[in-house]
């Protein structure tokens, strides 16, 4: 299978904080990879170097073989390969659900305002978010319902993978599983994912691995039966404390 | 005693000197507007250097009373730029060059309003700056600037009464000859005032209804 995004040993600092200490990361075509960690081992900060949203100190990330931390790239172009969905939905709040979705495909991909109309009308019904809602205002949605049209804005970008940063952690638990049935859908139509996530159900049941990052790098990953035959005693102190808050949202 | 009634045939003659105050202000505002604009948008998104440089224009037009300003632009900044400009020019294009200081700041907070989230996110679909910018930040941004604009509008309506010292036609130019004309002063300058009144009232009601219009369904308090 093709790699989609391989990072290699990046780095970044804030300040004095090191939040990246040589991350490094490789994601195939079809495969849906969840990270784990602890607060403040460089997720966040991790997912957004892998377009750039920050730019590394250090390191080499290729997307599609592009190496999009090359200061001849296309970063523009390059980003559009990869569909972002925040914590925090970040949808532009003074667009519908439709609007949010259209921006995108008429300003940066040059479509008919018509042809946008439709395609986000099919990623719309892809994430669930019914006619009903279509012409809402991010301020008139639930949390769930937020998330799901900015899953449905990255997704029409038709990126080659997709990238959630603790895509549920803003939400109650009853509106987590809405968003969480919605990516584990596109995970299993082959849609290539990587997910940073608290929600333990989901990453054994959608996850082809899991990655375990501390202290700002991945330090071991596996299959989700592999999880308990870690290496590393690091790798195991943090599976058992994760273990610890097993809720299988998604059983 | 002078009679009052002597003032009433000055009255068309007064009213005549709204349209050089609503030029007065009206020119203001729309330059002010684009140089403001283009002032926060290098604050929020340009260079370290250009900042310290536009820095000193806003210290400038907001650190200086508007008085010496004019006489200032009038005597000498444009008579030595060889630019022969009238009274009302040199008034419209003074007051313009400060309201931008000032609209340059509600600009400023009003971009930096919009959250970083929202920036990123047009980012991480491809957008470039000159992009989100455009589609993103200032249709946010100039509906959150509604408010403290009307407020900038009766300030400059105000300020444009100052105007009459290169002697522009505006309202208090035509109040103050009429109160020399007709040994009046209470009425002539209770007029005046009236008039001022009514235009900052006009004024900011106009602006009322349009940031009613420009409301976000859904969101609380307006806009934010
Ligand atoms: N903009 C910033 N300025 C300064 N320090 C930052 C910034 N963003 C993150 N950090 C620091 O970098 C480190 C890694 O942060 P990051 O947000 O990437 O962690 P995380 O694994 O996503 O944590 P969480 O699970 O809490 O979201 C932390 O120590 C954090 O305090
Ligand atoms: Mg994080």
Redesign the pocket.
């Known amino acids: 299978m093709k790699v989609v995004i391989k990072a290699e040993n990046v780095w970044k600092k804030?300040?004095s904080?090191i939040?990246l200490r040589g991350a490094s990361l490789e994601l195939r075509e079809g495969e849906t990879k969840v990270i784990i960690?602890p607060?403040?081992?460089?997720?966040?900060?991790f997912l957004k170097c892998l377009n750039l949203l920050i730019r590394p100190d250090e390191g080499r990330i290729c997307i599609d073989g592009e190496e999009i931390t090359s200061l001849k790239a296309d970063i523009i172009r390059l980003r559009q390969k990869i569909g972002f969905v925040f914590q925090e939905f970040n949808l532009f709040h003074h667009l519908t659900a439709v609007g949010n979705i259209t921006i995108g495909l008429t300003k940066v991909k040059g479509m008919s305002k018509e042809d946008a109309l439709e395609k986000a009308k099919r990623v719309l019904k892809m994430v669930h978010i019914g006619e009903d809602l279509w012409n809402k205002y991010p301020a008139q949605l639930s949390g769930g319902q937020k998330q799901r049209v900015a899953i449905a804005r990255a997704l029409a970008m038709d990126p080659l993978v997709m990238l959630y940063d603790?895509p549920t952690s803003a939400l109650d638990p009853g509106l987590s599983s809405e968003v969480l049935l919605v990516i584990k859908d596109l995970s299993e139509r082959g849609i290539t994912s990587l997910v940073v996530t608290h929600e333990m159900g989901f990453a054994y049941e959608v996850a082809d691995t899991i990655a375990i990052m501390n202290n700002g790098r991945i330090i071991e990953e596996g299959s989700p039966e592999e999880m308990e035959y870690m290496k590393t005693k690091e790798a195991r102190n943090i599976l058992n404390r994760w273990n610890g808050m097993k809720n299988g949202v998604l059983a | 005693m002078p009679s009052i009634y002597s003032f009433f045939r000055y009255i068309p003659f007064v009213v005549e000197g709204t349209l050089w105050t609503i030029s007065l202000v009206l020119g203001g505002l729309v330059i002010g507007f684009f140089i403001g604009l283009s002032l926060a948008l290098v604050q929020s998104f340009g260079g370290e250097r250009l900042k310290k440089m536009l820095n000193i224009y806003i210290w400038f037009f907001r650190g200086t009373p508007l008085l010496v300003l004019l006489s200032l632009f009038y005597w000498a900044v444009f008579p030595s730029l060889g630019l022969e400009l009238s009274p009302l020019e040199t008034s419209i294009a003074v007051l313009g060059m400060r309201s931008g200081a000032y609209q340059s700041q509600i600009f400023k907070d009003s971009i930096n309003s919009v959250d970083y989230g929202q920036i990123l996110a047009a980012r991480s679909i491809g957008m470039s700056n000159r992009k989100l910018i455009s589609y993103i930040v200032l249709p946010q941004a100039l509906r959150i600037s509604i408010p403290a604009w009307s407020n900038e509008y009766a300030v400059i309506l105000k300020d444009s009464a100052i105007c009459f010292a290169l002697g522009v036609m505006e309202i208090l130019t035509r109040v103050r000859y009429v109160s020399t004309a007709t040994g009046l002063a209470l009425l002539p300058y209770l007029f005046a005032g009236v008039l001022f009144f009514i235009l900052t009232f006009a004024g900011t009601g106009v602006m009322d209804f349009v940031y009613r219009r420009a409301k976000i369904p859904g969101m609380l308090e307006g806009l934010r």
């Open positions: 804030y300040g904080t939040a960690g607060s403040g081992a460089g997720k966040s900060t603790e």
